[in-house]
């Protein structure tokens, strides 16, 4: 189990309050809290290493260290080379980015397969392809679990595949989508892979060589560092494939895929992330103190994975004891293993705003409308009438926490009736 008191005392915003109640933050999925040593690296950076790369100076010089530096500490966290990670300003402009790379290698009538589950930052970007005659193949959903249908996933792959573009886990419902399983269907056919794993990053550890993806994606600002994107890919697709540039940059990895002046500040702060979380695991077993950095890190996960799992098992206990909740997904905990604690919900007679707001008054910070991930509130034809009402914990957050709010939200539900 990890340090939760530790970790706790880790994050100023914890100590923030809501009028006079303690702010509950059950809003990870839309953007975690940090550790103040991630806010110090941020400041720091800009006070003494503010300068642009390749300078003959001391500034330029210490901020190229800290971009080195976060490089390694990103490759530690997703268990790659240094060189196969490309900094950006967010998940969405990399993936955009690559969808234009890669259509320089695409046809007309090469599909590429997306799924329903997932956020619209992993559709619209190879959506924009159809514009050049590629064909976007949408998987289906069990609106039951909120599961992906493995079988229409198979039926879709074929021949004219180039690409599936899969979610690691639903940023809406919580659905860990098995894929090892997906990406060795989509090998099979001949297709290269692309992970959304945005908000799985918090949950769990994440081993890109293990996965055997070619590319990957994720957000520092979702777990617990500042607003930066991450994207890995296998060097042999990053030496390919030729990325939309400016002409004086590199042709070397990752540089020739970070065109323009990078965000340094919040590179330094990655680095802070990644190495909170390398002393989470250096807490939570004393025995990896002298272990590299990746191993601390992956300890830190599993434990991170088991302790939220029983946040989970509570908060869906309680939740569905509630008369009126209508619940989004996974709910038997025998099943957890395919869940973050990540849950989404409706009450009867109010809507989803409406609860959020009087939740927030009392100091519980929650999610409500569809949070990007569109196709999935249509098609359980919640999208018109103000989506769903998410509920997201994250490491920091406590046994207490969820009682107090299932406490709240029941006399929510009870006042609708």
Same mark, same amino acid.
């Not at 940023?171 to 399983?181: F, K, Q, R, S």
């Given at each position: 189990?990890?340090?939760?008191?530790?970790?706790?005392?880790?994050?100023p915003?914890?100590?923030?309050?809501?009028?006079?109640?303690?702010?509950?933050f059950?809003?990870?999925? *839309?953007g975690?809290?940090?550790?103040?040593?991630?806010?110090?690296?941020?400041?720091?950076?800009?006070l003494?290493?503010?300068?642009?790369l390749?300078?003959?100076?001391k500034?330029?010089?210490?901020?190229e260290?800290?971009?080195?530096?976060?490089?390694r500490?990103?490759?530690?966290?997703?268990?790659?080379?240094s060189?196969?990670?490309?900094?950006?300003?967010?998940?969405?402009?990399?993936?955009?980015?690559?969808?234009?790379?890669?259509?320089?290698?695409?046809?007309?009538?090469?599909?590429?397969?997306?799924?329903?589950?997932?956020?619209?930052?992993?559709?619209?970007?190879?959506?924009?392809?159809?514009?050049?005659?590629?064909?976007?193949?949408?998987?289906?959903?069990?609106? @039951?679990?909120?599961?992906?249908?493995?079988?229409?996933?198979?039926?879709?792959?074929?021949?004219?595949?180039?690409?599936?573009?899969?979610?690691?886990?639903?940023?809406?419902v919580?659905?860990?989508?098995?894929?090892?399983?997906?990406?060795?269907?989509?090998?099979?056919?001949?297709?290269?892979?692309?992970?959304?794993?945005?908000?799985?990053?918090?949950?769990?550890?994440?081993?890109?060589?293990?996965?055997?993806?070619?590319?990957?994606?994720?957000?520092?600002?979702?777990?617990? *560092?500042?607003?930066?994107?991450?994207?890995?890919?296998?060097? $042999?697709?990053?030496?390919?494939?030729?990325?939309?540039?400016?002409?004086?940059?590199?042709?070397?990895?990752? @540089?020739?895929?970070?065109t323009?002046?990078?965000?340094?500040?919040?590179?330094?702060?990655?680095?802070?992330?990644?190495?909170y979380?390398?002393?989470?695991?250096?807490?939570?077993?004393?025995?990896?103190? $002298?272990?590299?950095?990746r191993?601390?890190?992956?300890?830190?996960m599993?434990?991170?994975r088991?302790?939220?799992? *029983?946040?989970?098992?509570?908060?869906?206990?309680?939740?569905?004891?509630?008369?009126?909740?209508?619940?989004?997904?996974?709910?038997?905990?025998?099943?957890?293993?395919?869940?973050?604690?990540?849950?989404?919900?409706?009450?009867?007679?109010?809507?989803?705003?409406r609860?959020?707001?009087?939740?927030?008054?009392?100091g519980?910070?929650?999610?409500?409308g569809?949070?990007?991930?569109l196709?999935?509130? @249509?098609?359980?034809?919640?999208?018109?009438?103000?989506?769903?009402?998410?509920?997201?914990?994250?490491?920091?957050?406590?046994? @207490?926490?969820?009682?107090?709010?299932?406490?709240?939200?029941?006399?929510?539900?009870?006042?609708?009736?």
């Amino acid at each position: 189990m990890p340090d939760i008191d530790w970790s706790r005392a880790q994050f100023p915003a914890l100590r923030l309050k809501a009028g006079p109640q303690p702010a509950v933050f059950f809003d990870a999925p *839309g953007g975690t809290q940090v550790p103040q040593r991630v806010a110090d690296a941020v400041a720091d950076s800009l006070l003494s290493a503010n300068a642009n790369l390749h300078g003959a100076f001391k500034t330029s010089r210490d901020c190229e260290r800290i971009v080195r530096e976060a490089h390694r500490a990103a490759a530690d966290f997703l268990g790659c080379d240094s060189r196969e990670v490309v900094f950006g300003p967010n998940m969405t402009t990399l993936t955009f980015a690559l969808s234009r790379s890669l259509a320089r290698d695409l046809s007309a009538g090469d599909e590429i397969i997306v799924t329903k589950l997932d956020h619209d930052a992993n559709h619209a970007p190879w959506k924009a392809l159809c514009e050049r005659g590629i064909v976007l193949r949408e998987v289906e959903f069990h609106a @039951e679990d909120c599961t992906l249908d493995l079988d229409d996933f198979q039926s879709k792959l074929n021949a004219k595949t180039k690409l599936a573009a899969i979610a690691y886990a639903s940023n809406a419902v919580g659905t860990i989508n098995d894929v090892e399983a997906l990406i060795r269907r989509a090998r099979a056919a001949g297709a290269l892979t692309f992970i959304d794993a945005v908000h799985y990053a918090p949950h769990g550890p994440l081993d890109v060589r293990r996965l055997d993806c070619d590319f990957l994606v994720c957000s520092a600002y979702k777990f617990f *560092g500042p607003h930066q994107g991450l994207l890995y890919g296998k060097a $042999e697709h990053l030496e390919r494939l030729r990325p939309y540039k400016v002409r004086p940059a590199g042709e070397d990895i990752p @540089e020739r895929f970070e065109t323009g002046t990078q965000n340094h500040e919040a590179m330094a702060g990655v680095t802070a992330a990644v190495d909170y979380l390398a002393e989470l695991g250096r807490r939570t077993d004393g025995a990896l103190s $002298e272990r590299p950095r990746r191993e601390q890190i992956a300890a830190a996960m599993q434990a991170v994975r088991a302790y939220e799992r *029983g946040l989970a098992a509570a908060l869906v206990k309680g939740l569905l004891a509630i008369p009126g909740l209508r619940f989004f997904g996974i709910r038997e905990p025998e099943r957890f293993d395919r869940r973050t604690p990540t849950v989404a919900v409706r009450i009867d007679g109010l809507h989803p705003r409406r609860i959020a707001e009087r939740l927030g008054r009392q100091g519980f910070f929650v999610w409500d409308g569809n949070y990007y991930a569109l196709n999935l509130t @249509e098609s359980l034809g919640v999208e018109s009438d103000g989506g769903m009402v998410r509920i997201g914990l994250a490491h920091y957050n406590t046994a @207490e926490e969820v009682e107090r709010f299932l406490t709240a939200l029941g006399e929510l539900a009870r006042s609708a009736r």
